[in-house]
């Protein structure tokens, strides 16, 4: 069946470095995309999301790539803080509103 | 401006239990969804409400499981007759349209835990 996953469970990165978190989605009629960020015992936050007619999207420290030919999504944190660790998931609307979570991956943010 | 509140954040069934899991939505939002996420894993859609109607239950179980969005007062997900494999996070999410560009705001989670 159609599927979003991930490509690392678990990233370590230093504090002060880049942070670049993988996500791989199948149906190629996906339109909508979002990054979620979910801290221990707490629920998803919303991130950063993307359209299909657009390439990369900025916030603030975060960008968010998307390469539709290779069904490839990234998200990328600038200057990684302590407070950066937690379990993010990319979720894939479909065309729906049924998201479709990936497995998460954890990011360990060292001092 | 509040955002989603569920509750409660924690409740412990024993086995043949009935679980009751409230879900209110961010204020002018009429779209409420209910996920669940096992340890380790993403969410995953279970049921998908408007006020009074229910619109897709396609990812709930259809023994035991049942969920409601009234017209005054929260939505309530309710799991009858509870096993150990219910143990899991369940998350509400509301929207103030529907679609599949419109994010999706995910309260805090209810833990159950199955003893």
């Known amino acids: 069946g159609e599927s979003v996953g991930l490509h690392l469970p678990t990233l370590s990165v230093q504090e002060g470095d880049n942070s670049i978190i993988n996500c791989a989605y199948s149906n190629s009629a996906s339109d909508y995309f979002i990054w979620y960020k979910q801290e221990s015992g707490k629920g998803p936050q919303f991130i950063i999301d993307?359209?299909?007619?657009?390439d990369k999207r900025q916030g603030q420290r975060v960008t968010v790539l998307l390469n539709k030919t290779v069904k490839h999504l990234s998200l990328q944190i600038a200057a990684t803080q302590p407070g950066d660790s937690a379990v993010y998931f990319c979720?894939?609307?479909?065309?729906?509103?049924?998201?479709?979570f990936g497995t998460g991956t954890r990011l360990k943010v060292l001092a | 401006n509040a955002g989603v509140m569920q509750n409660p954040r924690h409740l412990v069934r024993r086995r043949g239990q009935e679980a009751r899991l409230r879900c209110s939505p961010m204020?002018?939002?009429?779209?409420v969804y209910w996920y669940r996420q096992l340890p380790e894993e993403g969410l995953k859609f279970m049921v998908y409400?408007?006020?009074?109607?229910?619109?897709?239950e396609s990812g709930m179980p259809k023994e035991r499981f049942s969920a409601e969005f009234p017209k005054e007062g929260p939505s309530i997900l309710r799991i009858q007759q509870v096993v150990r494999g219910d143990s899991a996070a369940y998350f509400c999410?509301?929207?103030?349209?529907?679609?599949?560009?419109?994010?999706?705001?995910f309260g805090p989670g209810t833990r159950l835990t199955v003893t």
């Open positions: 999410a509301s929207s103030p349209r529907t679609g599949s560009s419109y994010e999706q705001y």
């Open positions: 993307i359209r299909s007619n657009m």
């Open positions: 979720a894939d609307a479909q065309g729906t509103y049924k998201y479709i």
């Open positions: 409400l408007q006020k009074e109607n229910i619109i897709d």
């Open positions: 204020k002018g939002h009429s779209h």
